[in-house]
């Protein structure tokens, strides 16, 4: 018999119970109440009550400031450029001056921290992240590229046409912030050099180990090639960018070799680049080797990132082409 008696139990009291019946399996997370996420309990898979629950709030929304700014110090001035980009807040937090500050100073360090302030104060209005953008500086998270090419003469073949070659070649020039650079000359493409253009290379990668110096956007730079012959290599470089800040051209202005004495050089590591600074372009300190001022091969340095180096369009094959000029 059916009892006309009916219980009803409250909205209130319902929604308790079915929250303490979760409650027994649902792993708590209080480090999320930290950041002022509250995350509702989920049921268990496969139960009839679970739902898609998706949460708008963004996590990064709610991390502290203090979280931001240790998270921020550890990247490099085109990732918290990129980072600014998210939302105000980032945007607001990456303004923070000593951000900028650091990597200013690291830049620019061979012009030492007195002398990075004096010019900060007067062409960049105090400025740390306007002193960033503005002023010329080397770039060193990535390789600067010239491509050349040039025609070589073939052997003549029954004496009914001459054939000529298109030869492709490259020069890679890294930059260290404590004024040091590697240099190489190499077919090889963008890819396969990056992974042997570091300090720890081997002689038999020829990648060679000079110094330079920066002002304003002028660069002088100075490597030795060792030998039987030692022959320096002088290179005058302009600073430039396609926007404001990228400094990713550099124009090629002079190109000399000339001969240096073994007593001028005391070893691998030695500054060549104060040996030769006061050079003339027609100077020479060994006769077996003339000075000689390359007019050919000047084309302009293009920046690669590092991250860009495997898709880089300097990686597209040059096919060697056969010119055949009638006799």
């Known amino acids: 018999m059916a009892s006309d008696f009916a219980f009803k139990v409250p909205a209130e009291l319902e929604a308790a119970l079915r929250l303490n019946s979760v409650h027994h399996y649902v792993t708590k997370r209080p480090w999320l109440d930290l950041y002022g996420v509250n995350v509702r309990p989920v049921a268990p898979f496969g139960s009839m009550s679970r739902k898609a629950n998706v949460d708008p709030a963004l996590l990064h929304q709610y991390l502290p400031d203090e979280l931001l700014f240790e998270v921020f110090a550890r990247m490099t001035p085109y990732d918290m450029g990129r980072a600014s980009c998210v939302c105000r807040k980032w945007r607001y937090t990456i303004r923070n001056p000593v951000f900028w500050r650091i990597a200013c100073l690291k830049a620019w360090q061979l012009s030492g921290v007195v002398e990075n302030y004096k010019i900060l104060q007067a062409k960049y209005e105090s ?98 090639y060792p030998g039987r012959r030692p022959t320096v290599l002088r290179i005058r470089l302009r600073l430039r960018g396609t926007v404001t800040g990228a400094n990713n051209r550099m124009d090629l202005l002079s190109l000399v070799t000339s001969g240096v004495n073994d007593d001028e050089v005391r070893g691998p590591d030695e500054d060549i680049l104060e040996v030769v600074e006061g050079w003339q372009d027609d100077e020479t300190h060994n006769p077996d080797v003339p000075a000689v001022s390359h007019t050919r091969g000047l084309t302009p340095f293009v920046f690669i990132p590092f991250e860009e180096v495997d898709t880089s369009f300097l990686n597209l094959p040059v096919e060697k082409m056969d010119y055949f000029v009638p006799g």
């Open 127 to 224: 400025s740390w992240r306007k002193m960033w953008l503005l002023r010329p500086r080397v770039r060193t998270d990535g390789l600067y590229v010239s491509r050349n090419t040039y025609i070589r003469t073939g052997v003549a073949e029954w004496k009914v046409s001459n054939p000529v070659h298109l030869v492709c070649y490259y020069r890679y020039i890294r930059f260290y912030p404590s004024g040091r650079f590697l240099y190489k000359n190499s077919s090889l493409k963008v890819k396969d050099v990056a992974k042997i253009m570091n300090i720890r290379a081997a002689k038999a990668d020829s990648v060679f180990s000079g110094h330079y110096s920066l002002s304003d956007d002028k660069v002088e730079a100075a490597v030795l």
